[in-house]
């Protein structure tokens, strides 16, 4: 069975940086994707940045409304994926969630557009006051 465990979320002044982890566990691809989507109160969910990985490499892609200040990466031999959030702004506020899937399918920006994800874990708080 397929877990994913986001931590590293919390509350940080603007301008300030927080690295979100997801732990996976039970995935055991050697090809695979995954994602982070975040979700604002009254707001649908919004993709973030989005990871495609196979046998010694990956290419990743970061939605326009965070580049430059976000970066996606992950650590096969810890199982575990990253999101560097750097110059934090209130906009950011959300419940940050980490997803998962064994397929490399398709354009990777459309993927993390359309939140085509299989696996999803219970997602992270991140509150970025002014």
């Known amino acids: 069975q397929v877990q994913l465990v986001e931590s590293g979320g919390g509350s940080v002044q603007a301008g300030k940086s927080l690295t979100l982890s997801c732990a996976a566990s039970?995935?055991?691809?050697?090809?695979?994707?995954m994602g982070w989507f975040r979700q604002a109160p009254g707001k649908e969910r919004e993709g973030v940045a989005g990871i495609y990985i196979w046998p010694g490499f990956s290419v990743t892609d970061v939605a326009d409304s965070v580049k430059g200040r976000f970066t996606i990466s992950q650590d096969s031999a810890k199982n575990t994926l990253y999101l560097q959030m750097n110059d934090l702004k209130p906009e950011d506020t959300a419940v940050y969630y980490c997803?998962?899937?064994?397929?490399?399918?398709?354009?990777?920006?459309?993927?993390?557009?359309?939140?085509?994800?299989?696996?999803w874990g219970q997602g992270t708080q991140v509150t970025v006051s002014i």
């Open positions: 997803a998962a899937d064994s397929s490399t399918r398709g354009q990777l920006t459309a993927r993390v557009r359309s939140g085509d994800f299989t696996h």
């Open positions: 039970g995935f055991t691809y050697s090809t695979y994707s």
